[in-house]
């Protein structure tokens, strides 16, 4: 699932492309995806991105905003005058644009036309007033966020409530926004910790370790546009490239490039998949 790189990635560019467009119709090809009157964003100017968490927000200039969780597969794909070269669209767009995937379009003026594509159908988008956003249920439980609010002292605290794994913690949505499985695992072997360390067993010299580490994760997951590993595209159409660069994540049997003393291992925990050295990371 897409986590904070590359969610904001998407952000980021969904509001270079649309800046400016204005919505002249939109085309709902699977309604259970689309919640809300399409109606009240159509003539709409766009006027802005935001991002809470996972979910991405599109400001428009009449009071609306349009709601996104793109969940497992789901995908933006702008075409249209603000993007002038566009690269091959990536094989990960399965079906093309338009196409049998494509499950929502919004038609834009001067001949733009942003696609949502979505194969698994596990994404939604929703149409709210701008005042409602922030009071969102999921919104608000959404815990501070690292690169933003979450400070060490938060992060402390968090985690001495804890008795479950380190690495549930991280990915509690809850507790702290953003961090999935992917960035999670790297974080983790970038601080030697081992997954399954109880949160609250931490001392406090590897909390700093860790805090610094998603930091760094997540930088690195920003820097490369994201991880495509799955089915996230960027909007351009093109690929993120951090799973080229994870540290750990999917390198199972693969010497460890820190201590080359052991392969890397992989287990399930809370149902995903999880990557570990076990020699650095007891
Ligand atoms: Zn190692």
Known sequence: MPELPEVETMRIQLAKYLAGHKILAVEIRNRKTFQG??????????????RFGKVSVIDLANGYSVLTHVKLTGQYIYRGPNLKNPSKLSAKVTGGIPGPHTLVIFNLDRGGVLYYNDVRRFGWIRIEKTEDVEKEKFIVKLGPEPLKDLTL??????????????????????????????????ALWLSKINPKTPAKELQNDKITELYKAIISVLKAGLKYGGASELAFVTPDGAEGEYQNHTLVYGHEGEPCERCHKSLIKK????????YFCPVCQV
Not at 160 to 176: E, W
């Open 37 to 50: 009157d399409e109606k009240k964003i159509v003539g709409a100017k766009i006027t802005g991105t935001r």
């Open 153 to 186: 002292e938060i992060f402390k605290s968090i985690l001495s409530k804890s008795g479950r794994p380190i690495k549930i913690v991280l990915m509690d949505q809850t507790k702290m926004g953003g961090v999935g499985n992917i960035y999670a695992n790297d």
């Open 267 to 274: 287990f399930f925990l809370g149902g995903r998949g999880t």
